[in-house]
T-cell receptor, first 111, second 117 residues
């Protein structure tokens, strides 16, 4: 079963706008990761945030983690057409090596 | 350096036939993972390898699925007597090592798109 659930399922924005998507999970985690997938192919790792971290930045990406609410958010600032993709959150449980993925958020950036 | 590679990129087969999917992980990565992704869905974990051993096969959907890894490198996922519900993208990932208490990044291959007619 999938542990993470992304919200919204789909998002359409204008180039230059910010895109925000959320992820909720159910069990205690060791870390949470965000991945991007283009055209249903391989996933590209974007960012990893550990359970003792609250916020992390990487370029135009900002990830927050609230372990009390079991939720995370991914913000893409100043979006570009190339950001069009599906975004997945994946969690690694405290005593597990496996990643559990949500169903993803499909982001479309209109030029 | 080279990333994770998978072959074939696409595979069309007839129901009842066997298929073999190959994964070449990043050199030096001891952990290797197989996932399945059905259309419009997230990834389902199938199996992982630490070295050549597969300590956890619990994600394999049925006994028609098997996997092996040799030389702590190449892995093969075999699906016997394929069924239409096996149609999906099969993704392989590798990571440097398993058991890091703070987790680690998995690097994914491009996947094999399997269609069972």
């Amino acid at each position: 079963s999938q542990q993470g659930e992304e919200d919204p399922q789909a998002l359409s924005i204008q180039e230059g706008e910010n895109a925000t998507m959320n992820c909720s999970y159910k069990t205690s985690i060791n870390n949470l990761q965000w991945y991007r997938q283009n055209s249903g192919r391989g996933l590209v790792h974007l960012i990893l945030i550990r359970s003792n971290e609250r916020e992390k930045h990487s370029g135009r990406l900002r990830v927050t983690l609230d372990t009390s609410k079991k939720s995370s958010s991914l913000l893409i600032t100043a979006s570009r057409a190339a950001d069009t993709a599906s975004y997945f959150c994946a969690t690694a449980a405290s005593n597990d090596y496996k990643l559990s993925f949500g169903a993803g958020t499909t982001v479309t950036v209109r030029a | 350096g080279a990333g994770v590679s998978q072959s074939p990129s696409n595979k069309v087969t007839e129901k009842g036939k066997d298929v073999e999917l190959r994964c070449d992980p990043i050199s030096g990565h001891t952990a290797l993972y197989w996932y399945r992704q059905r259309l419009g869905q997230g990834l389902e974990f199938l199996i992982y390898f630490q070295g050549n051993s597969a300590p956890d096969k619990s994600g394999l959907p049925s006994d028609r699925f098997s996997a092996e890894r040799t030389g702590e490198s190449v892995s093969t996922l075999t699906i016997q007597r394929t069924q239409q519900e096996d149609s999906a993208v099969y993704l392989c990932a590798s990571s440097l090592r398993m058991g890091n208490p703070v987790g680690e990044t998995q690097y994914f291959g491009p996947g094999t798109r399997l269609l069972v007619l």
